[in-house]
């Protein structure tokens, strides 16, 4: 059969990043870096709240559609300082290590995994570039 000649066939690219296979993005940074202005911005109306178990620090998490894609978004509560690591620090990146999951030396110690979701696939740090040096 003939095409019309102002038909174009545009190939998709597969595998489309969709249902299983879609990607969890965490957004990460220092207090006041502009994490929940980038996560209000693309995301959608589903909103999920939660808190990071053993701790009163509050993520947010939602679905975003990147074209024929689709991500998880989560605005993870503000990492303060690597250095010195106070307590929820710790447990903001026990998520971006394990997720839901806990380590096997980690069983004995109370208390669930920090979040009922899987760790990120992508970690996109959210930084002030009027402050670049603290903030890295
Ligand atoms: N000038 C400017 N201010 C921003 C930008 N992003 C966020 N802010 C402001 O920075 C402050 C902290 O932002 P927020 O998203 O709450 O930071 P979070 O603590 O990382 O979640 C707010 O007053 C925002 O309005 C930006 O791109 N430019
Ligand atoms: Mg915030």
């Given at each position: 059969m003939k095409t019309a000649p102002h038909a174009t066939a545009i190939p998709l690219r597969t595998?489309?990043?969709?249902?299983?296979r879609r990607l969890r993005i965490a957004l990460v940074g220092?207090?006041?870096?502009g994490k929940s202005t980038l996560f209000q911005a693309v995301s959608s109306t589903s909103i999920r709240t939660g808190e990071l178990?053993?701790?009163?620090r509050a993520y947010g998490e939602c679905a975003v559609q990147i074209g024929l894609d689709e991500a998880r978004v989560i605005d993870l509560p503000s990492i303060?300082?690597?250095?010195?690591?106070?307590h929820d620090d710790r447990v903001t990146l026990q998520y971006l290590l394990w997720g839901d999951d806990l380590p096997p030396v980690s069983v004995?110690?109370?208390?669930?995994?920090?979040?009922p979701f899987s760790p990120p696939d992508v970690i996109i740090q959210v930084v002030d570039a009027t402050s670049l040096e603290r903030h890295l």
């Open positions: 595998p489309l990043f969709r249902g299983e220092m207090p006041n870096s178990a053993g701790t009163h303060h300082s690597l250095h010195h690591l106070e004995h110690e109370p208390g669930g995994p920090p979040a």
